[in-house]
């Protein structure tokens, strides 16, 4: 299965131009399809990602958290996290931490050099 660009045009507040999604960050275009491999591979459908793309947007809303235009990939990622924890049967608590290892990583990487998880978990 393949998810359609229509299909995509119903994720809700998608940043689009005419060539399709728009990225500010390298990070987010990974995010993005990470969400569409992980549909494509049968993890999930995506009317199953759209609502709780939706859910995790409304919860936001309703916390009272200001998008402010450069938080919809934030929400983008907790959703396909938590989506990902109930549909694989991943604790949650194992993503956060390898999301963890991931920040200390790339923090405690050098410029221009590749990240290595290896390295960021001899610091823990």
Request: proline content about 6%.
């Amino acid at each position: 299965m393949t998810v359609s660009a229509e299909k995509m045009k119903r994720s809700p507040a998608l940043p689009v131009d005419g060539d399709g999604p728009v990225f500010r960050e390298p990070w987010e275009a990974k995010a993005f399809a990470m969400a569409v491999r992980l549909a494509e591979a049968g993890l999930f459908t995506w009317a199953e990602w759209t609502e709780a793309l939706s859910d995790e947007i409304a919860g936001a809303r309703e916390a009272g958290d200001p998008d402010l235009g450069d938080t919809y990939y934030m929400y983008w990622m907790r959703a396909l996290e938590a989506l990902v924890a109930r549909k694989s049967g991943i604790a949650a608590s194992d993503i956060e931490r390898q999301a963890e290892e991931w920040r200390d990583a790339y923090l405690n990487t050098p410029h221009g050099q590749p990240i290595d998880l290896a390295a960021a978990r001899d610091l823990r």
